[in-house]
């Protein structure tokens, strides 16, 4: 009986560290995020390539596709300038547990199984203005997709 107490316990205090940690990644992430209107952007790109690929009309389709340029080029550059703040984050606060199950001081007791969450910022960044520039020669069906 007391060894299921002792586990019990542990768990529970497991469960609340975790807990307490997550929160601080959160907040570490939405104070980086929070000037900038990167999600917003996205549902506007989302919607309007949508309803762009539901046209019929190709000339209506390029229409549409000729207004989201603007929210393109606004998304890579916000994206582009979030990446740069938060490369600014310590190296320790910006590693990232690769495991599925989340455990507390999971990046410091298991580094190997971490990443830096700063170069996957980056190469998202990179992924997006690359496509917003359409350096791959993209059709507009395969852009909007990409």
Known sequence: ???LFVVALAATGAYMLNTQQQRR???LLAQHLQPYQIERLMETLTQGY???MGEQDPERRQ???NLLA???AQLSEQFERFAADFRRVPAPLARASRLALG???ATQLLPASTFDMREAIDV???GIARVARNDAGLSP???AFT
Request: overall charge positive; glycine content about 0%.
């Open 25 to 27: 990644r959160i907040v």
């Open 141 to 143: 069906r395969d852009k």
């Open 103 to 105: 455990l507390p001081f």
């Open 124 to 126: 998202h960044a990179r």
């Open 50 to 52: 949508l309803r762009a």
């Open 63 to 65: 229409q549409v596709l």
């Open 1 to 3: 009986m007391d060894l």
């Open 70 to 72: 603007s929210s393109e």
